[in-house]
């Protein structure tokens, strides 16, 4: 990873620095090759995959500051629009319940 990749900017929120960290790691991690002799799944989780899980929970557990904040969560959660998640357990669904009152608080838990 590079410093640029780092980077952030003053006004940047926790969600958008973790965010921008996690990017930089799986832009490492699409171009980092194992050697033939390591296994691949676990130099890969040892080297990266750990790392951007941890990032992840972080991530969704913080609350939302800004729509970018919470375009990051949509993003993290769905893999870029890869997956679908639960409407009722998803944590990006929560978290979108909660910013629009859209349900009464003891759904938005």
Known sequence: MNAHALAHRADDTPIQILFHMHRAIRAAGQT???????DE??????LYWRR???LEAAILALP??????FAAKLMIETMD???ETD???????????????????????
């Open 41 to 46: 799944d676990a130099e890969m989780e040892r």
């Open 64 to 69: 939302c500051l800004t729509p970018a904040d």
């Open 87 to 109: 409407p009722e357990t998803g944590a990006v669904w929560r978290e979108a319940r909660r910013l629009t009152a859209a349900y009464p608080a003891e759904m938005v838990a």
């Open 32 to 38: 980092h090759r194992v050697p033939p002799s390591l």
């Open 81 to 83: 629009g890869a997956v």
């Open 52 to 54: 951007t899980d941890a």
